[in-house]
Every structure is written in structure tokens, then in C-alpha cells.
């Protein structure tokens, strides 16, 4: 009797997040997570957490080793209509190991936490995040810990062929022949990642890697070609800013932006800026899906001792979260015909932002990141009159995306021509 008392007593400052200290006892003993403790621990998670968390097998990497991703969620099974689906992506480079780690981590940080702390709580409950510690584990497994450069050859960096991942995707400015046939030797390691990138509705991404540390952002490559050092901007150039400066500005090496012998400017750079690739993930999330990715480099030795690991994980921890919550800036909502059914593959239409559509999941959603600003929207879709223009003022106060909603009406049955949109950039297979 006495416990529910006390307990009942207790309730209202739980509620408001006070009562628990966080728990980051995953930080005793550091050590690597490997291959097969991931599994154990993924399956493990799943288990203590059925409702909130979810182990997915996005494929398999050359050597049949699992492609792991934990998608942690409140509702890990079916997906909250218009809550964004955001992934991290670590280890592509299988020597680059710190981001590895800390993704581990922040899975255990997440699921340990959301009941304790009003922030996670909240962040779980709006965000579907999926978290993939390693693309590359054939990689690792060729890595040695305590190197800070890669081994000669680039033994580990690639895969078990030694093929770099981050210049083996589609590529927006290769002719068509070319990545036909680039497509015959795509390692399946890209492949399963190129394939999850165009199936899922993701909204923001971000790959880790290690060498450096800088946030950098698309492009990385230009029509120019050149080897480095001139800008290559998308269209979404403030929105990638902003996603950079919340990594840099939030980590307090990152920021000084002087580290590893280069010199960033606030921590961040445009990919093409620092130097140039064809390939890479970053820009193939951009050119290809909705999705915006981020390439985050964390450290400058690559794969640094275990002991380093719990002070990377304190200055990555308020970067980590503050990046999940960038998936509510800008505007959301749902594109619906007349009778509310939802209108997939639509797309919405940004004023000076024309160059980047964004296109409606299966479920008639969208989510279109943006800054503070007042834009013109509207919505198009095939077999559909165009919505009229709206004007919005977004704000993304209260971490919270505007919420606008679009009803299409189907074009006049004597209109004979194909209609109104056609995005020939979009990849499907
Ligand atoms: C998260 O959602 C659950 C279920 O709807 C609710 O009980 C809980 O209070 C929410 N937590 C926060 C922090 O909003
Ligand atoms: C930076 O450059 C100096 C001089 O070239 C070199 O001695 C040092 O090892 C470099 N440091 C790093 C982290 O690469
Ligand atoms: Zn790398």
C-alpha cells in the first residue's frame, strides 16, 4: 500500500521527465560492438521493447554478412500516418568505426531513455528512426582497431572486393549507358542500400564516417569536374546549411571547425568544395528520393582505441538528437482526392524550389523541409487539376512542421493530354 502511494505521489514528476537519471550504463568496459554481438544486441532490444523497437535485414554484404538496421519508433510495426522516417548510416568506409559505435549506443541511449526523459519520449513518438551501425561489416572485419589511417590498399575502407561504397551509387550527372553499366557490378552492399534509399518515405539521413571532422553536404561532385574546391550547391542549399550547423554548432570540436589539419569554416563544407566524387550516397539520396543525407566525418584517426569511446559518444550525443529533430522543420500534411482517399506519388511544388519536388509516400504524405521563410505551395499530380497556390509562413517553432493539407480534383474527362507533371529524375526500378 504504502509503494502505490508513494509511486502515485512520484507520477506527476515523472511525467515531466525529472525523477530518473538518464541511463547510459551502455558505456561501461568500452569496447567495439562486433557483427555478432550486434545481432545479439539488436534481437535483444526488440525483445525488451516489442511495441518501440524493430530489427531489420536490409540485405546482405558480399560475404553474407547482415545489413542491420533497429528502427525505434512508438509504433515500430505500423508507421503513425505523417510521422518521418529518418535513417543513420555508419561504417560505409569499414576502417571509419566511431560513428559504428555511437549509433550502437544511441539505440541503447534511445530505448533506455524514452520513458525516463521528456525529450526522448517525445522525439521517439514523432520520429521513425532507423538506425544501420554498419553498411559495410565485411569491411570491419578486415579493420584493425588503433589505426588511424587506412591499412595500404585500402584494405577495410572497401569491401570484401575492395570496391569503395561511396563512389559505387548512381550517380545524377552519369549518361545512362554509363550506369547501366556500372549497374552489372554494383556491389550488393549498394544495391540494398539504393534499393531501401527509393522504397522508404525517408526525410533525413546522415552518413558517418571518420578521417576528419566536418558536416559536409550535397553535392559532391559538379558538371565541371574539377578536383576540388568550387562550390556545388542543390537547390536546398540553406536547408543543408542549417542541417550542417546543427551538427557543427552543437559539437564543440566540430564547430571550432580547425581540426585534422583542415580548416572549415564553422564546421561545415559543401561537399564539392572539399573535394570532388562521383557515386556517392549523399547526392544519390538527394538526386534520387526525397530524402536529405548528410555525410558526417566524427574523428581523425579512423578507427581510434575503445577507450576513446564514451567521450566521443558526449560530444556526439546533443548532435545526434538535435539532427532527429530537423526532420520537423519546414512543412507536412496529407495530398487527398475529394473523397479523402490519398493521391501517391504526387508532388509538391516550392516556389524557387522548383528544381526539388517532393513527392507523396503510398499513403498520400509528404514532408518537405524547410527554413524560416513565407513560400508559395502547391500540389500536382497526374490525372489532377493542380491545387492553387498557397502562401505559408513557415516558422519551424515548436520543433514542429506546419501542417498543410491538399485535395486535388481529377482533371475533366474531355482533357485528352497527358498531364501536368513528369519528373524524369526519379528512379524506381
Ligand atoms: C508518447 O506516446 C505515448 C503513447 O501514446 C504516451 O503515453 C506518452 O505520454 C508519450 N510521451 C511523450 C513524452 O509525449
Ligand atoms: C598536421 O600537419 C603536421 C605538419 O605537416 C603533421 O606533423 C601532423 O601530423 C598533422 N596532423 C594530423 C592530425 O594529420
Ligand atoms: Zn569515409
Same mark, same amino acid.
Not at 525505434?72 to 571509419?96: F, W
Given at each position: 500500500?504504502?509503494?502505490?502511494?508513494?509511486?502515485?505521489?512520484?507520477?506527476?514528476?515523472?511525467?515531466?521527465?525529472?525523477?530518473?537519471?538518464?541511463?547510459?550504463?551502455?558505456?561501461?568496459?568500452?569496447?567495439?560492438?562486433?557483427? !555478432?554481438?550486434?545481432?545479439?544486441?539488436?534481437?535483444?532490444?526488440?525483445?525488451?521493447?516489442?511495441?518501440?523497437?524493430?530489427?531489420?535485414?536490409?540485405?546482405?554484404?558480399?560475404?553474407?554478412?547482415?545489413?542491420?538496421?533497429? #528502427?525505434? $519508433?512508438?509504433? =515500430?510495426?505500423?508507421? /503513425? @500516418? @505523417?510521422?518521418?522516417?529518418?535513417?543513420?548510416?555508419?561504417?560505409?568506409?569499414?576502417?571509419?568505426?566511431?560513428?559504428?559505435?555511437?549509433?550502437?549506443?544511441? &539505440?541503447?541511449?534511445?530505448?533506455?531513455?524514452?520513458?525516463? $526523459?521528456?525529450?526522448?519520449? #517525445?522525439?521517439?513518438?514523432?520520429?521513425?528512426?532507423?538506425?544501420? /551501425?554498419?553498411?559495410?561489416?565485411?569491411?570491419?572485419?578486415?579493420? #584493425?582497431?588503433?589505426?588511424?589511417?587506412?591499412?595500404?590498399?585500402?584494405?577495410?575502407?572497401?569491401? &570484401?572486393?575492395?570496391?569503395?561504397?561511396?563512389?559505387?551509387?548512381?550517380?545524377?550527372? !552519369?549518361?545512362?549507358?554509363?550506369?547501366?553499366?556500372? =549497374?552489372?557490378?554494383?556491389?550488393?552492399?549498394?544495391?540494398?542500400?539504393?534499393?531501401?534509399?527509393?522504397?522508404?518515405?525517408?526525410?533525413?539521413?546522415?552518413?558517418?564516417?571518420?578521417?576528419?571532422?566536418?558536416?559536409?553536404?550535397?553535392?559532391?561532385?559538379?558538371?565541371?569536374?574539377?578536383?576540388?574546391? !568550387?562550390?556545388?550547391?542543390?537547390?536546398?542549399? +540553406?536547408?543543408?546549411?542549417?542541417?550542417?550547423?546543427?551538427?557543427?554548432?552543437?559539437?564543440?570540436?566540430?564547430? +571550432?571547425?580547425?581540426?585534422?589539419?583542415?580548416?572549415?569554416?564553422?564546421?561545415?563544407?559543401?561537399?564539392?568544395?572539399?573535394?570532388?566524387?562521383?557515386?556517392?550516397?549523399?547526392?544519390?539520396?538527394? &538526386?534520387?528520393?526525397?530524402?536529405?543525407?548528410?555525410?558526417?566525418?566524427?574523428?581523425?584517426?579512423?578507427?581510434?582505441?575503445?577507450?576513446? @569511446? /564514451?567521450?566521443?559518444?558526449? +560530444?556526439?550525443?546533443?548532435?545526434?538528437?538535435?539532427?532527429?529533430?530537423?526532420?520537423?522543420?519546414?512543412?507536412?500534411?496529407?495530398?487527398?482526392?475529394?473523397?479523402?482517399?490519398?493521391?501517391?506519388?504526387?508532388?509538391?511544388?516550392?516556389?524557387?524550389?522548383?528544381?526539388?519536388?517532393?513527392?507523396?509516400?503510398?499513403?498520400?504524405?509528404?514532408?518537405?523541409?524547410?527554413?524560416?521563410?513565407?513560400?508559395?505551395?502547391?500540389? &500536382?499530380?497526374?490525372?489532377?487539376?493542380?491545387?492553387?497556390?498557397?502562401?505559408?509562413?513557415?516558422?519551424? !517553432?515548436?520543433?514542429?512542421?506546419?501542417?498543410?493539407?491538399?485535395?486535388?480534383?481529377?482533371?475533366?474527362?474531355?482533357?485528352?493530354?497527358?498531364?501536368?507533371?513528369?519528373? /524524369?529524375?526519379?528512379?524506381?526500378?
Amino acid at each position: 500500500m504504502m509503494q502505490w502511494i508513494f509511486a502515485l505521489a512520484l507520477l506527476p514528476l515523472v511525467a515531466q521527465g525529472y525523477i530518473f537519471k538518464e541511463d547510459e550504463s551502455f558505456l561501461q568496459l568500452p569496447h567495439y560492438t562486433s557483427q !555478432e554481438q550486434l545481432e545479439d544486441l539488436f534481437a535483444r532490444l526488440e525483445k525488451a521493447y516489442p511495441e518501440q523497437a524493430r530489427v531489420h535485414s536490409i540485405g546482405r554484404s558480399l560475404e553474407g554478412r547482415n545489413l542491420l538496421a533497429l #528502427q525505434i $519508433s512508438r509504433n =515500430a510495426r505500423q508507421r /503513425p @500516418l @505523417l510521422t518521418p522516417p529518418v535513417k543513420y548510416i555508419a561504417n560505409m568506409h569499414g576502417d571509419e568505426t566511431v560513428g559504428r559505435q555511437l549509433l550502437v549506443y544511441l &539505440a541503447q541511449y534511445l530505448l533506455g531513455n524514452f520513458e525516463r $526523459s521528456l525529450e526522448i519520449g #517525445q522525439l521517439v513518438n514523432t520520429t521513425d528512426i532507423f538506425l544501420m /551501425p554498419t553498411m559495410n561489416p565485411d569491411g570491419y572485419a578486415l579493420s #584493425q582497431e588503433g589505426n588511424c589511417e587506412s591499412l595500404p590498399n585500402y584494405v577495410g575502407r572497401g569491401n &570484401a572486393a575492395g570496391v569503395d561504397l561511396n563512389r559505387d551509387f548512381p550517380d545524377r550527372l !552519369e549518361q545512362q549507358h554509363v550506369n547501366q553499366l556500372r =549497374a552489372q557490378s554494383r556491389q550488393p552492399e549498394t544495391a540494398a542500400l539504393a534499393e531501401w534509399i527509393v522504397s522508404k518515405p525517408f526525410v533525413l539521413s546522415a552518413n558517418f564516417h571518420g578521417g576528419a571532422v566536418v558536416a559536409s553536404y550535397p553535392y559532391d561532385n559538379s558538371l565541371a569536374h574539377n578536383d576540388c574546391c !568550387e562550390e556545388s550547391l542543390t537547390p536546398d542549399d +540553406r536547408v543543408f546549411k542549417q542541417l550542417a550547423h546543427t551538427y557543427s554548432d552543437n559539437h564543440p570540436i566540430m564547430r +571550432r571547425g580547425n581540426n585534422c589539419n583542415d580548416s572549415f569554416a564553422g564546421g561545415i563544407t559543401n561537399g564539392a568544395n572539399w573535394y570532388e566524387l562521383s557515386g556517392g550516397m549523399q547526392d544519390f539520396n538527394y &538526386a534520387f528520393s526525397n530524402c536529405f543525407e548528410l555525410t558526417i566525418e566524427l574523428s581523425c584517426c579512423k578507427f581510434p582505441a575503445a577507450s576513446s @569511446l /564514451p567521450s566521443e559518444w558526449a +560530444r556526439n550525443k546533443r548532435p545526434l538528437l538535435e539532427l532527429l529533430k530537423q526532420a520537423h522543420i519546414g512543412i507536412k500534411g496529407l495530398v487527398h482526392d475529394a473523397s479523402g482517399y490519398p493521391i501517391p506519388d504526387a508532388t509538391i511544388i516550392v516556389s524557387g524550389l522548383e528544381d526539388k519536388p517532393i513527392r507523396t509516400s503510398k499513403r498520400g504524405e509528404y514532408w518537405r523541409l524547410l527554413t524560416p521563410g513565407i513560400y508559395s505551395v502547391y500540389a &500536382a499530380a497526374f490525372g489532377y487539376q493542380s491545387s492553387p497556390m498557397q502562401q505559408l509562413h513557415v516558422t519551424n !517553432e515548436n520543433a514542429e512542421a506546419l501542417r498543410v493539407d491538399f485535395k486535388l480534383t481529377p482533371v475533366e474527362s474531355n482533357f485528352d493530354g497527358i498531364s501536368s507533371y513528369y519528373n /524524369p529524375y526519379f528512379f524506381r526500378h
